[in-house]
């Protein structure tokens, strides 16, 4: 079980959290072609290695945050609110 650490409660077990997907994905301007609409709404990195996700701590505080975690290992390398960017090392 992955143990999340929530940057408003704490370090928390898996279960009180969900996992909102990818994360940093821009909804493009609404002029954009099928195939480009397409693209922001289904396809997704499916990263094998470090992963940037959206997590929401729902049965907690109820807030969204960005973790880095590593898809092979599960291993969290980093937490960091919604308005924060990654850090550095993980882009
Ligand atoms: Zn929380």
Known sequence: ??????PYCGTRDEVEFHCGG????V?????????EWANYLFHRKNTKGIHLERWCHVFGCGQWFHIARDTVTH???????????????LR
């Open 22 to 25: 990818e994360a940093h994905i």
């Open 1 to 6: 079980m992955l143990r999340i650490s929530c």
């Open 75 to 89: 291993e969290v390398h980093a937490v960091y609110e919604m308005t924060e960017s990654p850090p550095e090392l």
């Open 27 to 35: 909804r493009p301007e609404p002029a954009v072609n099928d195939r």
